[in-house]
């Protein structure tokens, strides 16, 4: 009963904080069809800001801590961001109505990494005075990187196999002699076929071109450029001076943004199938929970802080909502991008935002962090 009790008021007073309370009222105050509008390179400039100052917080932790220690969270976010691409991959696109590759697509968005709602952990974690690395926040690549890259490469290798597949059916299905009038203006079924089979080889999937996206992307080309400039250089005046001082503030209004996108989002979801909101409510927890119970392995073999834990596991219940759907569209054109990004933005964040961050803490706090 003491566990449980515990755990309960340690989750509603997490629903109370103020960054929570601003992406709540953000949603509010959208569905009172309230006119406010913050302006897109306002955002831009704030998501900047918050990336660049969790990336000098890293890079100054990394620079000053010993890298060992490193290793093991970082194979576990390796390990997590794959993982969920593939239990999207065998569970969503098994469901009626969802195509294979909106479900791959969903499941790199979701493998991938919300830089909003990482931040929101780190503040959360400040506001509750519970220790994790500085580094914590430099697994964000680990983790985003490979689940874009594997769900490219997934979707690319099911698109490939049903392109051939379709051809080995074409050639089985003979063309009459009468069936045209004129036969040599139409290629024979074998033809079809080899012309088919040539253009799955050039349609093979690179993987260095979907890393390069990735790391070109605004999310953490801002994140990676913090922590070399933490890592290489000293910029302690400027990171307590300016970027320190105003994270929260500026997580406030990305907050408050993300809210009211949020719920101008969910129309989207209607146009796709309704598993996609069953999904995006329960995968948050699941990932999150795969990540945590990793967290708790390093927690006990490499002294891994049980803040850690819960950054590693915020960080897998969270859905990339920068970086990851512009690389998602290049990299699986064919996939809906009202399905993955509807499921994400409109469901998917405000549950790990709002729901997993109080309960990977109140977990955490409970089990003696």
Request: proline fraction near 5%; hydrophobic fraction near 50%; include cysteine.
């Amino acid at each position: 009963m003491d566990f449980w009790s515990l755990f309960l008021m340690d989750f509603i007073k997490q629903l109370q904080s103020p960054t929570l309370a601003f992406l709540i009222g953000g949603m509010i105050i959208a569905a009172l069809g309230s006119e406010l509008v913050i302006p897109e390179a306002i955002c831009t400039i704030i998501v900047f800001m918050l990336l660049t100052k969790i990336g000098l917080t890293g890079g100054i932790a990394i620079r000053n801590s010993n890298l060992t220690e490193m290793v093991l969270p970082m194979i576990f976010a390796v390990i997590t961001g794959i993982t969920i691409v593939f239990i999207s991959r065998y569970t969503l696109a098994k469901l009626p109505k969802v195509k294979v590759v909106d479900a791959i697509a969903t499941g790199g968005l979701f493998g991938a990494v919300s830089g909003s709602t990482m931040a929101a952990g780190l503040t959360v974690l400040e506001e509750q005075k519970m220790a994790y690395e500085a580094w914590a926040g430099a697994l964000y690549p680990f983790m985003d990187i490979p689940a874009l890259v594997t769900a490219i490469v997934i979707a690319n290798i099911y698109l490939n196999k049903k392109k051939r597949k379709e051809a080995a059916y074409s050639i089985e299905q003979p063309v009459a002699a009468g069936d045209y009038p004129d036969q040599k203006d139409y290629p024979s079924t074998r033809q079809q076929y080899l012309s088919q089979q040539q253009d799955a080889g050039d349609n093979k999937v690179k993987i260095w071109p979907i890393i390069e996206e990735s790391l070109r992307g605004p999310a953490l080309s801002a994140m990676l450029l913090g922590l070399a400039l933490g890592l290489f250089t000293q910029p302690e005046s400027v990171y307590k001076g300016f970027y320190d001082p105003a994270f929260r503030g500026l997580l406030s209004i990305l907050m408050l943004v993300m809210g009211m996108e949020a719920w101008s989002r969910i129309g989207e979801l209607r146009k796709v199938a309704q598993w996609y909101v069953v999904y995006s409510v329960v995968a948050p927890f699941v990932h999150g929970l795969i990540a945590f119970g990793l967290g708790m392995i390093a927690h006990y073999t490499m002294n891994f802080s049980m803040g850690g834990v819960v950054i590693l596991a915020v960080i897998a219940s969270s859905s990339s909502d920068i970086s990851g759907p512009p690389t998602l569209r290049a990299g699986i054109p064919s996939a809906n991008p009202s399905a993955y990004i509807g499921a994400s933005t409109a469901v998917g964040t405000p549950v790990a935002i709002g729901l997993c961050i109080p309960f990977f803490l109140g977990l955490a706090q409970a089990l003696g962090g």
